[in-house]
């Protein structure tokens, strides 16, 4: 099992920055591959970005140049620092955890409650 907290979320406008983290905890959380996915109202959930442990990094093309991802292996934390951020980013942003590679929500087992990030025009 693998717990997920993510905060950092918010409300800001057009053009600002948030950074959201995810503490993660329990059994063998070293071994899981980390993402970064998000779900706007009446959308259906969508990757982010992920980061390995060993540091490989993949991102979504819509948050390419504007996010990025990273890891505090002492803290057992990833962040999502987002920049630029526009109104279509508004949504609830989910961190995950899984032991195959993927982009897809059902590649990650463990979830957690999510952050709202809200950017306003």
């Known amino acids: 099992q693998v717990q997920l907290v993510e905060s950092g979320g918010g409300q800001v406008q057009a053009g600002g920055s948030l950074r959201l983290s995810c503490a993660a905890s329990g059994r063998a959380y070293s071994s899981y591959k980390m993402a970064w996915f998000r779900q706007a109202p009446g959308k259906e959930r969508e990757f982010v970005a992920r980061i390995w442990w060993s540091g490989e990094l993949y991102y979504a093309d819509y948050v390419k140049g504007r996010f990025t991802i990273s890891r505090d292996n002492a803290k057992n934390t990833i962040y999502l620092q987002m920049n630029n951020l526009k109104p279509e980013d508004t949504a609830l942003y989910f961190c995950?955890?899984?032991?195959?590679?993927?982009?897809?929500?059902?590649?990650?087992?463990?979830w957690g409650q999510g952050t709202q990030v809200t950017v306003s025009s």
């Open positions: 995950a955890a899984g032991q195959t590679p993927g982009q897809t929500p059902g590649s990650y087992p463990y």
